[in-house]
């Protein structure tokens, strides 16, 4: 059964976020609140929690994960980035943006592109988020949560549904999913894939 934590949105106490730290270091997979609505993550590198959120999305080897950075500073270590990149992300992050970028060698393989080798990437500006990667140091494995048939716009809908398919569910009340607004950089140049909640006049 899930850990249920009311995780405070604006001032978010240590002792909970390091509950979810231990469970993620651990291997948990959680439930947790972005700015563009809930999401499972699992800490890089967990290749048990990343299958256990393709089981629970019922997702493809090839459906995209993207990894949920603290800031930018964590960006070059995952990413290529060139000047342009960086200047950019730099000036619109963080936010409801999702970024393509060409990855690393510190990115598994499982989650690049099979063939552009290419990796999502963001930077959330929610407090809860940037509290549990400032403790965690290193990336989450990141999906949105959505399931077919269901709409998590309240907490108890997303307990009754995964509380026994995850280890914790982060409380953060009632919002509508909105999706990120996905910019292509992987080429060079700005290709926006996706107009969502992030501003494109950029």
Known sequence: MAKLLEIHPHNPQNR???QVVDELNMGGVIVYPTDSGYAL???IGNKDGLERIRRIRNLSKRHDFTLMMRDLSHIATYAKLDNNA???LK???PGAYTFIL???RDVPKRLLHPKK???GLRI???VVVQSILDMLDKPLMSVSLILEGYEFYDIYDVCEVLEKKVDVIIDDGCYQSKPTTVIDLSSGDIKIIRQGTGNVNI
Do not use: P, Q, Y
Request: net charge positive; hydrophobic share 45%.
């Open 124 to 126: 959330s500006a929610h």
């Open 41 to 43: 993550g699992t800490a």
């Open 91 to 93: 000036k619109i992050l």
């Open 117 to 119: 080798k290419t990796i």
């Open 86 to 88: 960086f200047r950019l």
């Open 16 to 18: 909970l976020v390091k």
């Open 102 to 104: 060409e990855g690393t």
